[in-house]
């Protein structure tokens, strides 16, 4: 088992800054690939980024890519995502993820954060 907390949500003004986090608890937490998603109101979760366990390679969504940076310290069981040149339309609840196997679609993840707002002001 995997449990989720993510903090670092806000309101911030476009062209701002942001840093997520997610801590997890669980003995399983640096083999698992550890993934971003967001919902905006009224839309579908959709993918932000992920980040896998041995080799730390990285992917990101074309609308956030250049943009935000996910990175994780398996020592302090902890994920983060970077996220600068905030944009309105990046405004949405973002949830922590994490599976054994990963990828882009909710269904690859087992766990899950509670989420966290971000709210990006014109």
């Known amino acids: 088992q995997v449990q989720l907390v993510e903090s670092g949500g806000g309101l911030v003004q476009a062209g701002g800054s942001l840093r997520l986090s997610c801590v997890a608890s669980?003995?399983?937490?640096?083999?698992?690939?550890m993934g971003w998603f967001r919902q905006a109101p009224g839309k579908a979760r959709e993918f932000v980024a992920s980040?896998?366990?041995?080799?730390?390679?990285?992917y990101y969504a074309d609308s956030v890519k250049g943009r935000f940076t996910i990175s994780r310290d398996n020592a302090k069981n902890t994920e983060y995502l970077q996220m600068n040149s905030l944009k309105p339309e990046d405004t949405a609840v973002y949830y922590c993820a994490a599976g054994a196997k990963g990828g882009i679609t909710s269904w690859e993840y087992d766990y899950w954060g509670q989420g966290t707002q971000v709210t990006v002001s014109s």
């Open positions: 669980g003995r399983t937490f640096s083999r698992n690939v």
């Open positions: 980040i896998s366990w041995g080799t730390y390679n990285t």
